[in-house]
Each structure stands twice: as structure tokens, then as C-alpha cells.
């Protein structure tokens, strides 16, 4: 593993299924962060974790949990998914929050039927 | 609220040429910005940070440009090629005593023209 993982690759589910989303980084890095992008909005923040132990909640949190366990993982999971949640999700993590520069998974294109 | 936006959603550009991506920020208090290049079906990646103690910061073929008192941000370019195709955005950061976050503005879609 070189950097940060995510999985599935792509994802369609129906609504009303749970479904969770995978995060892995290699770096050592204390903060992790998921971010979902949308055409015409950006991206914005879901939930954040400073360190292992501890999460946020971001921008736009309903929907949505997180858990940090360890370094390494940060997994999102959608307790019971809406249509509105299709869009690319992107994991990030950086190697403390107070510092700028944030590394970005290649994303999960998830589709909410 | 506070935001981060951009001037232009679409930008053109002869290969060879330098190109110019501008983006506006409201928050006077951001104290740090950077720049990431997003291709097609990829996560976004870091091209280029500045300081709000700086106004001017170069690396290869590119350059930042900070303008505190009109809250502008902009990245320059130089000799492009078609590689550098892709969605730029800028994004601000406000420091917060250890829970920082980055704001994303909605992307300038750059296209090299061959």
C-alpha cells in the first residue's frame, strides 16, 4: 500500500441499504478526513478525525458515521442510504490538522438508486 | 457564511502559453491556501501552498500569488501542457488551534488546447 486506499471503487445501492465505505493510509498520519463531491459544489467535509480515537463532524455530517479505531483506518458508513448520498467520496489525511497539506484517495463513486 | 469561490468555471489555453486561474476568498481570516489539480476520475492532488505571511510563492511552472487586501488567490501556470489539463481548485484554511479545516472553493476546469 503507497498512500491511501479506498474501496469499492464504484458501488450502486438501493436505498434504504447500509453500506460502508473504506479508508486505509500507509503514512502514519494523525488526521483523516472524508470529503464527498458533488458537480458545481466542491468538496465538502462529512466527518474529520484529528487522531486516532477522536472524530468530527464536518460540513455536511447527517446521513453519515465515522470510526477511528486506529492510525491507519477511517471508514464511513451510511446507516440507510438516500438517493441524495450518490455522489464521489473522497478520503483524505493529512499528518496533524493543524498542518495544510491533505492527501487524497483516488475515490468511491457510489450511486444511490 | 464564508466562502471560496472562483471567477471562471472554464478556462482555454494554447499549449505552450501560461495560463492564469484566479479565486476569491471572503474569510480574512485564513491564514493558509493551497492549490490542488484534479484530473479526470482521479482525487485531487497538491500542487502548491502559500502562507498569508507571504505573497508570492513559486515552484515548477507554477506560481502562487496572494493578494490579502482584495482577498484574491491566484495560480499562474507557465508553459503549459496538455498534462495540465484538468480541475483546479483553491482551497482556505483558517487556523483554529488544532481543529483546522480546509474549504474548498467549486474548481476552474482548464483545458490545453494542442
Known amino acids: 500500500i503507497a498512500g491511501i486506499t479506498q474501496a469499492p471503487t464504484s458501488q450502486i445501492l438501493a436505498a434504504g441499504r447500509r453500506m460502508t465505505l473504506r479508508c486505509t493510509q500507509d503514512m502514519r498520519h494523525n488526521a483523516m478526513y472524508w470529503y464527498r463531491q458533488d458537480l458545481g459544489l466542491g468538496l465538502r467535509l462529512i466527518h474529520y478525525s484529528n487522531t486516532a480515537g477522536t472524530t468530527g463532524k464536518g460540513e455536511v455530517p447527517d446521513g453519515y458515521s465515522v470510526s477511528r479505531a486506529n492510525t491507519d483506518d477511517f471508514p464511513l458508513t451510511l446507516a440507510s442510504a438516500v438517493p441524495s448520498q450518490t455522489s464521489v467520496y473522497f478520503c483524505a489525511s493529512s499528518a496533524s490538522s493543524a498542518l495544510g497539506e491533505q492527501f487524497f484517495g483516488p475515490g468511491t463513486r457510489l450511486t444511490v438508486l | 457564511g464564508e466562502s471560496v469561490g472562483l471567477h471562471l468555471p472554464t478556462l482555454s489555453v494554447q499549449e505552450g502559453d501560461n495560463s492564469i486561474i484566479n479565486c476569491a476568498y471572503s474569510n480574512s481570516a485564513s491564514d493558509y491556501f493551497i492549490w490542488y489539480k484534479q484530473e479526470s476520475g482521479k482525487g485531487p492532488q497538491f500542487i502548491i501552498d502559500?502562507?498569508?505571511?507571504?505573497d508570492k510563492r513559486q515552484g515548477q511552472r507554477v506560481t502562487v500569488l496572494l493578494n490579502k487586501t482584495v482577498k484574491h488567490l491566484s495560480l499562474q501556470i507557465a508553459a503549459t501542457q496538455p498534462g495540465d489539463s484538468a480541475v483546479y481548485f483553491c482551497a482556505e484554511k483558517k487556523s483554529n488551534f488544532g481543529n483546522e479545516k480546509l474549504t474548498f472553493g467549486t474548481g476552474t476546469r482548464l483545458t490545453i488546447i494542442p
Open positions: 502559500i502562507r498569508s505571511n507571504m
